[in-house]
């Protein structure tokens, strides 16, 4: 079965620290990949996906295939970028998407 | 904001009661599926369908029941059946193109307690 795994529940920096959020995943195929974020009173929304290669709210991600991880980065952590955030994995037909058990993020002053 | 609705945004249910969380979507996406997010394990995937008058089961689809009788709209059924149907529960729709998945948009949700 597809397991998708966030080791930390809650991640806590300082406003201008360096972010990486830790998603691995074990899926028996070619896996697409998704980030997704929700804010405080917002809805659950897409954040990047890895084939996009693009950056998004400063935040990348790169697909390491060989370590089966899809970490989220920021060089530069923002206080708007207090959030929850999911990785998630496309497992199969359909467009299901998988989703790991989510890590908090919370950016201090 | 539009786009996916959820009603209600809380609903009670008393022991041995089905209720059903009502999802409606005004993008023309193909595809929508339901999820429960319990504290601690993110998102499970219950029913999701692909096309009208078609679905799936999910992960964790016993004690519930969906239909698909027009593109926009996709009810779940929480049925007495399920046992600890205590939790929140989301609607998302997304386009279906080949063989790219596409982003998923999801609803405000609907919080359902027991009684």
């Known amino acids: 079965a597809q397991r998708v795994t966030q080791p930390e529940k809650l991640l806590s920096v300082f406003k201008g620290a360096p972010v990486e959020l830790k998603c691995n995943y074990s899926?028996?195929?070619?896996?697409?990949l998704f980030w997704y974020v929700q804010y405080s009173r917002q809805r659950l929304q897409l954040l990047l996906r890895h084939i996009s290669r693009e950056s998004i709210k400063g935040f990348t991600a790169d697909l390491n295939k060989g370590e089966t991880s899809f970490h989220l980065k920021k060089p530069f952590a923002q206080e708007e970028d207090s959030a929850m955030y999911y990785c998630?994995?496309?497992?199969?037909?359909?467009?299901?998407?998988?989703f790991g058990t989510g890590t908090q993020l919370k950016v201090e002053l | 904001d539009g786009g996916i609705t959820q009603s209600p945004k809380y609903l009670f249910r008393k022991e041995g009661q089905n209720v059903t969380l009502s999802c409606e979507q005004n993008?023309?996406?193909?595809?929508m599926y339901w999820y429960r997010q319990d504290p601690g394990q993110g998102l499970r995937l219950i029913y999701y369908s692909q096309i009208v008058n078609d679905f799936q089961k999910g992960d964790i689809a016993e004690g519930y029941s969906v239909s698909r009788e027009k593109k926009e709209s996709f009810p779940l059924t929480v049925t007495s059946a399920q046992k600890n149907p205590t939790a929140f529960y989301l609607c998302?729709?997304?386009?279906?193109?080949?063989?790219?998945?596409?982003?998923?948009?999801f609803g405000d949700g609907t919080r359902l307690s027991i009684l």
């Open positions: 899926y028996s195929g070619s896996p697409e």
């Open positions: 993008l023309n996406h193909d595809a």
């Open positions: 998630a994995p496309s497992t199969g037909g359909g467009n299901k998407l998988t």
């Open positions: 998302a729709s997304s386009l279906l193109q080949g063989y790219s998945n596409q982003p998923q948009h």
